[in-house]
């Protein structure tokens, strides 16, 4: 088992970054790809963005690539979501999650966090 806790989200304006957080306990944090995802009131569920465990690889969704950065931490059992130059349509909760399929990928995630909130002003 894996749980998973984010932090990081806010109110911020257009324009301003943001730091996401999720730390994991439980099993080995470093055998796990780990993924940000997002939910806007209304509409489905998007694959933000992923990070293999097996050789960093990434995965971006076309409208973040340039502006959002994940990274991983294996010391701290913590990765991370630098989300800069950030615009209403960023506004969303946030959620981590970790799998232990080796792709970033969108598919097979088997633990999630709780959702931590984005709002971005115009």
């Known amino acids: 088992q894996v749980l998973l806790v984010e932090s990081g989200g806010g109110l911020v304006q257009a324009g301003d970054s943001l730091r996401l957080s999720c730390t994991a306990s439980?099993?080995?944090?470093?055998?796990?790809?780990m993924g940000w995802f997002r939910r806007a009131p209304g509409k489905e569920r998007e694959y933000v963005a992923g990070?293999?465990?097996?050789?960093?690889?990434?995965y971006y969704r076309t409208s973040v690539k340039g502006r959002f950065t994940i990274s991983m931490d294996n010391a701290k059992n913590t990765f991370y979501l630098q989300m800069n130059s950030l615009t209403p349509m960023d506004t969303a909760r946030y959620y981590c999650?970790?799998?232990?399929?080796?792709?970033?990928?969108?598919?097979?995630?088997?633990?999630w966090g709780q959702g931590t909130q984005v709002t971005v002003s115009s």
């Open positions: 999650a970790a799998k232990t399929e080796t792709t970033a990928s969108r598919s097979d995630y088997q633990y």
């Open positions: 439980g099993r080995t944090f470093s055998r796990y790809t």
């Open positions: 990070i293999s465990w097996v050789d960093g690889t990434t």
